[in-house]
Each structure stands twice: as C-alpha cells, then as structure tokens.
RNA sequence: GUGCCUAUGGUGUAAUGGUAACACUGGAGUUUGUGGUACUCUCGACACGGGUUCGAUUCCCGUUAGGCACCCCA
C-alpha cells in the first residue's frame, strides 16, 4: 500500500520538478541597476588612459597555456586556478587567470618593440580564476590596467603607473587612498635574502605553523604574510627584503618614493607585501582604503615591474612594468562610499496616446524626436491616461506630449509640463522645435 | 581544495510538523480625456533532490548558490 502510495507521488512529483538555472558559482550578472557603475568606470578608465597617453590593447579571453606556464615558477594562479578550456584540437586553451603575460606575448608576436619605446598600453577585461568566492573575490572579474614595455630602466615609468591607478580612483572618487609599496628585489638580491630568511626560520622550524613549514623551501617570501598568532610574533624577528636590497634595488625604491613624494601620492612602505605572481621583481605596491572596514579591505589596485617576463617567454630583453585596478572592487567601494552623481540623463520627454489612432502617430513623433536627438520616453502598452501620466511620472519627465483622437484629427498635440502642470496645444508639424524651445 | 554559517515573492522581513503573513515594488482601478497624496483590488515565494513522517517550508542528508575563515588574490 505504502509502496503504491509512494510511486504516485513520485509521479506528481515527476511533474513538478522544477528546473533552476543559475549563474555559475562565483560569476555574476550586471543588471541595469548596475550600469551606472560599470558606466563610470569604464568611462573613468578611458578618460584617464588618454589623458596620461596610453593606448588600448584587446587580446582574447583565451589564451594556448605556455603563455601562463612560462612566466615563471609555480604559482597557484598558474598552477590551481586556471581554466583548461575543451577545444576539438591540438593546443591546450586557457581562459585567461591574469593580463600581463597576454599583454606581453601580443607585444612579442606583433614586434611592437620596433615601434616607439616605450609602449604605454592599457586595458579592461574579464580574466578567470577558479577560488572560492567570498565578497570582493570573484571566478571572473574585470581589471582595468596599464603597462609600460620597453624603453629605459627607469623609475619614473614606476611611478608612473601607479600614479595612473591612484588618479583613476580619484576619478572614481575614492576617498583615503593609500599606496602600499615595497621591493622585492632582483635576481642579485633576492636569492641572498631568501638564504637569510631561511636560515632565520631554520631553527625555528617547531614552532612556526603547518603551513609555513611547508612553504619555507618553496615559496618562504609567503612565511612573512602568515596570520597565525605565533607565526605573527616570528615574523617579527624576521629579516626584511627592504633591508637586504643590493644598491641597484635599494636605490630604485628610492626614487620611486622619491616621485611620489614630489607627486603628493600618499603612500607607506609595507616590508610585509609580496606578489602573487612570481616574475615580479624590484618595487611592488597595491592601493588600499586607509583604515578600511572589514568590507571593502582588500587591495583595489595592484601592480609591479616584471623586468625578466620578456625573456621568459623567448623575446628578447624587454624591461617592464604595469598594474591593474579592479573593477568589481572599486564599484563595491564606491556603493560602500555612497558615492553619489552617477545619474543618468533621463527622459526628458513622454509620449501619451488616447486611442489607437493617437498610438500609431506617436510611434511616428518618437522617431522625429529621436532624430532630432531628443530623447523621449514612452507607455505604448498602456492604454488609459491616468496610467501613462504615472509612468511618465516615475520617468521623471520634464514634458509630456499628450496625443488624443481631437487632437489627431485637428493635427496638434498638447505639451503638458509636469512640473506645473500648464498645458499648451501646438501643432504637431512643430513639435520639435516646440519641445526644443521649452527643454 | 578544507572548515563553519546561511537559503521564504523582484526587494526587505514574519510565522508554522498539517502548503505561508506584512511592507515596498510591479499591474489594474476609484464613472466618462490628466500624474505626484489617499483608498481598493491584483500578480508574485518556502533554492533543488532525497530521507524520516499519516503529513515537511519547518527535522535529517546530499546538491547548488551566497557569506566568513584558511589557501590565494584585483
């Protein structure tokens, strides 16, 4: 009995099941409510790449692997978090985890080493790491960027890129920025300090956690950015890279501090910051909120010098040296600032028909007003007046052009302000210009 | 990849082992061609799958998604 009873549930459940479609994990939807934002920063990105003379490059979302295998050791962006791509054919395809080494490999393949050194580039696009999202981590997100390739070893181009990053905050209108830098060396300084960084850990090795036991022979940079407590008090004692750089390096940093120092860029040394990926060299930086809440304390720009990257992947000497801002988290900060005079220009106009006869005009009218570079709104799929003076009403409308049969038939059409409510009746050979001289 | 927390209309919140309430939003209207207030009506949800049970939105398990802490990072 239990058994029948079970099987005709099943059969109405059958039928009901319900199919839910879902945006992957980690990869959201911009809706409109949004655009504003992406608007803005899309919009704030271009302006401030012409003003400090970059130029847009776009390469594919998918790259073939070697271009991310080459640029350098292990690292988990690289070596966990990429996405391998099914095609039919030979190469595997990657979705691209990160900007530089595409920006890099498209520099190579095209010689643009042969046009004016250096080559100011910058970009905006969606790149793909497979994490687990938490807010302000997402598996796709886009980074706006900038990268300087070739030309001189100069520290003017370092401080120049960050300068190009923190201005594009400020036009987001950002507040409490501040500049986080270090360096981490060279090839002649940083071997020599990560022997002393080892050998300070070596007798330590009991004490400090798990993790960092493991990581020492392999990535022993990351032992400084470990949060557990005891891990904390070791670091303290620990030998910091600033203090270890060869003159080249130390000198380098000093000049970058040097010209923010004469641009006014606020910023502050952190011994402690190290970069994810590994072909980075010489001074790094990330731009934070000063004192952050909880919410919005992560890095919103981030970059470094890759003098080496060109060499790893087989071109030839190339010096280097870029960052990125991304986007999802500067539009969260700035719904966090509240930042406001993101308006989008509204209608300034509503179209209100009464009658079949009255609609089928307007439809007209709106391609006369549109061409006239009006921008006008419209109710068609409603039919009574009161319902259509609302929507015109909730578009905020300045005017609204009221269309009935009388009027259709004595071809005029009434401008009804909405503001004050005064109406006027002008014929609808002048409407243009009619709605011209009142907006 | 690991651990913990969460999941109710479009949004924000209730309640309940016997299928769900409220606010906002959306739609229609309050007599004939006039919006912003007020009032009326109305659309709309228990994330998905399985188990326990006479019966599950409620309890248990799994999945998915979101969040937090790791890992790592824009």
């Not at 009804?416 to 001289?437: A, F």
């Amino acid at each position: 009995m239990s058994k029948i009873k079970k099987s005709a549930k099943k059969q109405i459940k059958a039928k009901k099941e319900k199919i839910v479609i879902q945006s992957p994990k980690g990869m959201r939807d911009v809706l409109p409510a949004d655009q504003l934002y992406w608007e803005k920063v899309r919009k704030s990105a271009n302006k401030i790449a012409d003003s400090f003379n970059f130029s847009r490059i776009d390469t594919p979302i998918m790259e073939s692997l070697e271009v991310f295998e080459r640029t350098g050791e292990a690292t988990d962006i690289v070596e966990k978090q990429m996405y391998f791509v099914k095609a039919k054919g030979e190469k595997k395809l990657v979705l691209r985890p990160e900007l530089t080494a595409p920006v890099m490999r498209a520099y190579i393949q095209h010689g643009l080493a042969k046009m004016p050194q250096p080559m100011k580039l910058f970009y905006t696009g969606p790149l793909f790491r497979y994490e687990q999202p938490q807010s302000g981590r997402f598996r796709q997100h886009h980074q706006a960027g900038f990268e300087i390739l070739g030309g001189a070893f100069d520290s003017i181009y370092d401080a120049l890129v960050i300068l190009t990053l923190f201005r594009l905050l400020e036009e987001l209108r950002i507040k409490n920025l501040i500049v986080q830098i270090n360096s981490i060396g060279c090839r002649t300084c940083r071997p020599n300090y990560v022997k002393k960084l080892q050998e300070y850990y070596r007798n330590k090795k009991d004490k400090i956690c798990k993790d960092c036991r493991q990581r020492l022979p392999v990535r022993p940079l990351r032992l400084l950015d470990c949060k557990n407590e005891t891990c904390i008090q070791i670091k303290a004692g620990a030998p910091l890279i600033i203090d270890r750089l060869c003159n080249n390096c130390k000198k380098h940093l000093q000049q970058v501090l040097e010209h923010l120092d004469n641009l006014g860029v606020p910023y502050s040394i952190n011994p402690y910051l190290v970069r994810g990926l590994d072909y980075y060299n010489g001074p790094v930086f990330e731009i934070f909120i000063e004192q952050a809440p909880s919410e919005i304390n992560f890095a919103l720009a981030s970059g470094g010098r890759y003098d080496y990257l060109a060499e790893m992947m087989g071109g030839g000497k190339t010096f280097g040296i870029g960052g990125g801002m991304g986007m999802e988290r500067a539009i969260e900060v700035m719904k966090f600032q509240q930042l406001s005079g993101l308006a989008k220009g509204e209608p300034k106009v509503f179209l209100v028909h009464i009658g079949d006869e009255a609609k089928k005009k307007n439809l007209v009218i709106f391609e006369e007003l549109r061409k006239a570079g009006i921008k006008a709104s419209e109710s068609f799929g409603k039919e009574s007046l009161k319902s259509q003076l609302h929507s015109a009403d909730k578009a905020n409308a300045a005017l609204s052009l009221i269309l009935g049969q009388k009027e259709v038939f004595e071809e005029t059409i009434i401008i009804r302000n909405m503001k004050t409510g005064v109406q006027e009746t002008v014929p609808i050979s002048k409407i243009v210009d009619e709605v011209k001289k009142r907006i």
